[in-house]
């Protein structure tokens, strides 16, 4: 085993920052407070849970009354979708069309596929080889019975960045709701509802160094979507359970810092993940996955001809690197990544995947050992292979 340990797995979830730690330390034994309950001991609770609701609005070029906080990105995305759908069937649309994209995270792709068995017509918008959604095409898209329209910000996977405000400035010409799932570029890129034309909005606190087990959905005011849960009627009625306080004050905490350095932090890793990018690119027979430029800043991606994505993660895991092949929400299943199949890869290039997510504990240092370690991995299993021409040094396939 390894002495070094590299974490390069961010875009999966991140450690608490100190700030956002320090933040939540009080709600845990001190002000723990239920923040219903009316005393004064409990408003304490009340008052933070309140400021750190603020903080995430101002975050977002929102107001406060917009955000709902919620257990996370998953819930977040099925109250988007869900919410649209039976506010609609309130106004007495019963059926209708969701247009989506085919690189969506499970949590948008399986709910779209759970309101199709309720009977509403899905269209799965097609990307290009970098991951990127046509603007004209999703206008095409658009029917008169579309209810809503959902296209992630940024891609877990591949990092593509998508056109957000253009496909915003559209759904608002044509009327229709416009849902971003921005679970990845909250607190890694500038986020602001009212440039992108969002009516709803999902984040997770873990992805930007707060704690996992809380998020929020935004809603443009006067939108107002049902309850997805229901109980004692927390968050105006729409979002029932005890509040989190410790989890809302240490991810609003977390993404203030994130939002006051972006510029610097963003910066600092994108020259890492360039530098990852051109080295690990170079090798034969392997290629970097996304686009060139609109991607997330600490997000490297690549398949490499030959080699299988979990025997790569195992062996960089001996080496002491934290990486990971496709989402780790597919790492349950064999299939190759619907991401990567998406974008036009092979079932067989698509096998051998690698996502490297720098963030703010990684260094140069750090990317000077990755690209080390994973050409000597790459060439080890290429040796092992039975897909992998030793003599020729290239695969056996010809695609
Ligand atoms: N959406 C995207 C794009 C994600 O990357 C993730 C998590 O990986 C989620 C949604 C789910 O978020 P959470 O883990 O907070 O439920």
Redesign the pocket.
Known sequence: MSEKFVYADH??TTAVTDTALAAMLPHFTRDYGNPSSLYRFAQEGKTHLEEARAQVAACLNAKPEEVYFTS????A?NWALRGVAELMALKGKKTGHIITTAIE?H?ILHTAQWLEKQGYEVTCLPVDGDGLVDPANLEQAIRPDTILISV?AA??EIGTIQPIAEIGAIARAHKVLFHT?A??AVGHIPVDVEAWNVDLL?L?G??FGGPKGI?ALYMKKPLRLPALIQGGGQEKGRRSGTENVPGAAGMAAALKEAVDHLPEESARLAALRDKLIAGLSALPYSRRTGHPVKRLPGTASFVFEGVEGEALLLHLDARGICASSG???SSASLDPSHVLLSIGLPHAIAHGSLRLSLGAENTEEDVEYILKEVPAVVAYLREMSPVWDKEAQKPTWEL
Do not use: F, I, R
Request: net charge negative.
């Open positions: 875009a999966a996370g990105g998953t819930e995305d995270h949590a992630m891609n877990n799932d679970v990845q999902s997770s873990h992805k998020g989402s780790a929400c």
